[in-house]
């Protein structure tokens, strides 16, 4: 169970718990899904290689700052913040990325696949805290789901041809 410092939030105990266990998870997943980003972004190849190696740059700059947003709104709850990197290979629950895979069309689909599953994933998040009743928190994720939905639109869009 997660170890909460005092604070004068008023939000039960319990729902800080939950929050914050919830968020630290998430940083988790942000963590695998921002390396993934980078290794798109240092290996894809193709004809408009420049073009792909800058969006993921700037896919991996959204996620890195939603992650920093999300661990730092578990510190305001009064819980610990983040995980190791151990437990982020433990606990995401995203593919492992290939290696191998440099065709930049191949690592577009492996990035929509990843990127599509944590946004889905934060979406329902929405809900969760919402129902948990911590509104400012909902507010956060719905700030970083309508990110992640305009990466995704911009990585499927060169899927579209
Ligand atoms: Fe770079």
Do not use: C
């Amino acid at each position: 169970m997660v170890q909460l410092h005092s604070t004068t939030i008023n939000l039960s105990p319990t729902v800080r718990e939950n929050v914050t266990a919830l968020l630290n998870q998430r940083v988790g997943l942000f963590t695998d899904l921002f390396v993934q980003t980078k290794l798109a972004h240092w290996n894809v190849r193709g004809r408009h290689f420049i073009a792909y190696h800058e969006l993921f740059d700037s896919i991996a700059s959204h996620i890195l700052n939603a992650q920093d947003m999300l661990a730092e709104r578990a510190a305001t709850l009064g819980g610990s913040a983040g995980m190791t990197v151990q437990d982020v290979g433990q606990k995401s629950t995203l593919p492992v990325w290939s290696m191998t895979v440099r065709q930049d069309t191949h690592v577009i689909r492996l990035l929509q696949e990843r990127l599509g599953h944590v946004a889905n994933e934060i979406r329902h998040d929405i809900d969760t805290t919402a129902q948990w009743g911590d509104a400012d928190t909902t507010d956060l994720f719905t700030e970083v789901s309508r990110q992640l939905d305009k990466d995704l639109w911009f990585l499927e869009a060169h899927l579209d041809v």
